[in-house]
């Protein structure tokens, strides 16, 4: 009985879109809101106290779930620790299609990411007028509904991301339906992670891990990883998928 009841409460966890942010709170710096100067919308942006403008650093593009249970602010509050420890520039873009508890027509949707798309670009392309970062090393990752965006834009934009890492991650078969692999967004690493008590979102993992699967990406390349618990959103355990190629800065070229 007691398992059954710990199996509900991290089952309606899910469903609600979000879990509480656990990370230590406690950074030498704070992160900034911003507005991207070419869509007019919102953004937090998370630099390292170390920051140096003669490196270049790494950068963090992590997407929210759904509000009011997951928003920017949320996400940087998961990453800005992890970023000052390992030094990395964090970005957290305000979304328009992380809406994760009721369905929404693909019609809706579609606009929404398409909208997405243009100001997650446009944030990394401000990022790198005002900072010195890596383009060769930008992860995006996202947590809940903000996984439609991730997988939207990362699978699209493969040259700009160097990895996709999805934590409990919604998705929508639309996404896959509508794209068309390249070779260059094959050799691009897909990290699906998803709860064992996740239950909606398993589903939604198995959609992106098979359709990855049968257009290109190797066992290598497409991995899914299930993790005790449930809606959980473990940056620590993205991080670490994405640290082999994400070590600290190195020299500006």
């Known amino acids: 009985m007691k398992h059954t009841w710990i199996a509900l409460l991290l089952v309606s966890c899910g469903l609600l879109g979000g879990c509480p942010v656990t990370q230590d709170q406690d950074t030498p710096v704070d992160s900034d809101s911003r507005t991207c100067k070419a869509t007019s919308r ?13 490196l270049r650093y790494p950068v963090v593009v992590t997407l929210h779930g759904t509000f009011p249970w997951d928003t920017s602010r949320l996400q940087m509050k998961e990453w800005k620790a992890l970023g000052e420890k390992t030094e990395c520039i964090v970005v957290a873009p305000v979304l ?5 508890i009721l369905p929404v027509a693909w019609s809706r949707r ?8 243009v100001h997650i670009l446009a944030v990394l392309d401000e990022l790198a007028t005002t900072h010195s970062i890596d383009p060769e090393r930008v992860m995006i990752t996202g947590f809940s509904a903000g996984g439609y965006a991730m997988y939207y834009t990362g699978l699209r934009h493969p040259e700009r991301f160097s990895m996709l890492v999805g934590r409990a991650c919604n998705t929508t078969k639309e996404i896959f339906d509508e794209y068309t692999p390249t070779p260059t967004s094959q050799k691009t690493p897909v990290i699906i992670m998803v709860g064992k008590y996740d239950s909606v979102l398993q589903s939604h993992s198995w959609i992106a891990f098979r359709w990855l699967r049968t257009h290109g990406w190797t066992n290598k390349l497409a991995i899914r990883k299930e993790y005790e618990g449930g809606h959980i959103r473990r940056p620590e355990d993205a991080y670490d998928w994405w640290n082999p190629g994400a070590p600290t800065p190195k020299e500006a070229k």
């Open 42 to 54: 919102g953004y937090r942006l998370y630099v390292p106290s170390t920051y140096d403008p003669a």
């Open 96 to 100: 328009d299609s992380a809406e994760g």
């Open 110 to 117: 579609k606009r929404q990411l398409e909208g997405d798309d």
